[in-house]
């Protein structure tokens, strides 16, 4: 049976905190395994997988729903770690997810922010020991970021603040998929009519809100509106909108 508690050296016992590495590299797991086993005692690894199918599943026997913080990559084989991170936060909000990925775009930090997770570090930019020093805060009830990853989150804030200036980003497909949503064209239509993929479609609809610091189809068409992107005829406008509230 695993010890789940340790002293903290004054002969009090304190309780571990118990995670698990849903990662598919086996070396790296191997060297993280070794360094918390023998040099961090307060930290017990219940478990290891590289299937997030499989986590799932673990966490449904009690050996393993016990489990305080999840370490997460991106890449895995059979899930992205940006859907178990979902999921997760809506089955078991009481777990920490400290993501540890080589995937640091700012797609995907930026995925992982809206998600909430509690920590986030680069395999490029951290040392082992400071992957134990993300376990520890993200057990606490704190954030804790790579400085890397703290300076891709900077702009991204710092692009979400900006003024609504961008029309000059947006390509000529993008263009099209705005207007085509004015119009009141769900996906499959719109894709339809431009020859591609629905999920062309959503690709590029997500760019926009990226790019717009958005979240809805409605806000798109809003901004395009008042940007000039697209015009409307007087009276016209309310009634898009009022589609727009049903659309997506």
């Known amino acids: 049976m695993r010890k789940t508690s340790f002293s903290n050296g004054i002969g009090i016992e304190m309780e571990k905190i118990k995670i698990i590495m849903v990662e598919d590299h086996e070396v790296y797991r191997d060297g993280l395994r070794l360094t918390i086993e023998f040099h961090h005692h307060d930290i017990i690894i219940l478990g290891e997988t590289k299937y ?76 082992s020991d400071e992957v134990v020093e993300a376990v520890r805060a993200v057990a606490q009830g704190l954030n ?35 207007e085509l949503s004015h119009e009141g064209l769900r996906a499959k239509q719109i894709a339809s009519h431009l020859s591609i993929a629905p999920k062309t479609v959503e690709w590029h609809k997500s760019r926009i809100f990226q790019k717009l610091g958005i979240n809805s189809t409605k806000e798109m068409v809003d901004f395009a509106i008042k940007s000039g992107i697209i015009r409307v005829e007087r009276g016209e406008l309310g009634i898009r909108n009022e589609e727009l509230g049903i659309k997506r």
């Open 52 to 127: 997030g199918s499989v986590f799932f599943d673990m966490l449904k026997s009690d050996e393993y729903a016990c489990v305080d913080v999840v370490l997460l990559d991106i890449g895995l084989l059979d899930m992205s770690g940006i859907d178990i991170a979902r999921r997760l936060k809506m089955e078991r909000p009481d777990i920490r997810i400290l993501i540890i990925t080589a995937d640091n775009t700012v797609f995907n930090i930026s995925e992982m922010l809206n998600i909430g997770v509690e920590g986030f570090l680069s395999k490029f930019h951290c040392s």
């Open 144 to 178: 804790y970021y790579g400085e890397d990853i703290s300076a891709i989150m900077s702009h991204i804030y710092i692009e979400k603040k900006k003024p609504m200036s961008v029309t000059s980003e947006f390509s000529q497909q993008e263009r099209s998929i705005i």
